[in-house]
């Protein structure tokens, strides 16, 4: 989808998809039905992208039509068409996706320009009476009513949606960007610098979570905590620290060492009044920070096991979605123990969730690619008011 905007039977496709997920899952009744949910809910948002795709494309060859050839009645008809046979190609057969809202969507804009251009036609048929009028002249004063119809329809948030991303050359300087519905967001982005004496710099260490996969694999716990306890700290909200220690002090160790370090962690966090000591403490103590590590995958543990057997937004139990999503996994305490527990081995599939909730905290989490054709991909998890 990403590159080709609009892909040829998709809804074929992805009815594919969701037969052999759920034969593979070997699910029946109850379970296949909520396997099919979760696997249709990531289908759903690619066809509602190529939804959005597939207007706009329409909307072109209304005007290429009216290039090509002045009669607006056709050019209509003829994006109209375009559009309703390329959206049921894209339906998942016995599905509930539907595609009225973005042909309604459609007929409005086209119905503006309808309007606009045969009013055009009818003073150019009026004024070539006795004159000699060229087919270029028409044509450029086709084009330029349906340039300024665009751009007035954009400024009233039609659907379009343009993401962009540039990184200057050798500099940990970039920046991104979002026009979406009418409005447009620019950020400036501070990435980790190859300095490895700057390796244990705050804004280093949440930053290798994209940058440094292969040797810093604890980057989504280390960016979740790290930003948590800087937000804080810059909020001058002690009564939320305090309910964040209140949070680790469910977790526990059998080994002496461990419990050392997790309660020497948890006074230094006490301790904090700015964001620089924090700073200073990720860059000097290793010890601790892995304590703070280590008590946030133990937390994440605590949140999969009390919830194993509970049913999760998919349908089916955390531990039957874990099987779902990987079948090398027998059980939950299956899954915690290979990917959960392990130091060194980063967060994936329900873990990303889990953290959040624990810490008590709504987070948007920003995936950065740096290839051209990879747009901006954010996972949201809401708070407990729902916040993000």
């Not at 390796?199 to 440094?212: A, M």
């Not at 860059?283 to 049913?311: G, K, N, T, Y």
């Amino acid at each position: 989808v990403a590159r080709k905007g609009v892909v040829p039977h998709f809804g074929t496709l992805a009815a594919a998809v969701v037969k052999r997920g759920v034969a593979a899952s070997g699910a029946g009744g109850a379970e296949a039905e909520g396997l099919e949910q979760a696997i249709d809910a990531p289908l759903r948002m690619l066809f509602q992208q190529q939804l959005q795709t597939l207007l706009v494309r329409a909307a072109d060859r209304y005007d290429e039509e009216m290039t090509a050839r002045p009669n607006p009645m056709e050019a209509r008809r003829a994006a109209e068409e375009m559009f309703l046979r390329g959206a049921r190609d894209l339906v998942r057969p016995f599905s509930d996706w539907r595609y009225e809202a973005e042909h309604q969507d459609l007929l409005s804009r086209l119905l503006q320009s309808f309007g606009q251009d045969l009013q055009l036609v009818t003073e150019q048929g009026k004024q070539g009476q006795g004159k000699h009028v060229t087919i270029e002249v028409i044509r450029k004063l086709q084009e330029q009513g349906a340039g300024v119809q665009r751009e007035a329809e954009t400024r009233g948030a039609f659907p379009w949606n343009v993401k962009w991303q540039y990184m200057v050359e050798n500099s940990p300087l970039g920046f991104r960007g979002q026009y979406n519905q009418g409005r447009s967001v620019v950020e400036l982005l501070l990435m980790p610098s190859p300095d490895p004496r700057l390796k244990k710099n705050l804004l280093n260490r949440l930053g290798f979570v994209v940058t440094r996969p292969t040797s810093d694999c604890e980057g989504y716990y280390r960016t979740v905590i790290y930003g948590c306890l800087e937000v804080m700290l810059a909020d001058e909200s002690p009564k939320r620290i305090e309910q964040l220690l209140e949070t680790f002090k469910k977790v526990s160790y059998k080994n002496a060492k461990e419990q050392n370090a997790h309660e020497q962690m948890l006074k230094i966090i006490r301790s904090f009044e700015d964001q620089e000591q924090l700073e200073l403490w990720v860059s000097q103590d290793l010890i601790l920070d892995q304590a703070l590590i280590r008590a946030c995958r133990q937390l994440v543990r605590m949140f999969l096991m009390q919830r194993a057997h509970e049913q999760s937004p998919s349908g089916l139990t955390y531990e039957q979605l874990v099987r779902a999503l990987d079948s090398t996994y027998s059980s939950m305490e299956d899954f915690c123990r290979l990917v959960v527990d392990p130091l060194g081995r980063d967060a994936e599939t329900l873990a990303l969730d889990a953290l959040p909730q624990m810490l008590g905290i709504g987070l948007r989490l920003w995936i950065l690619d740096r290839r051209d054709e990879v747009g901006l991909v954010s996972l949201d998890t809401p708070g407990p008011a729902g916040q993000v």
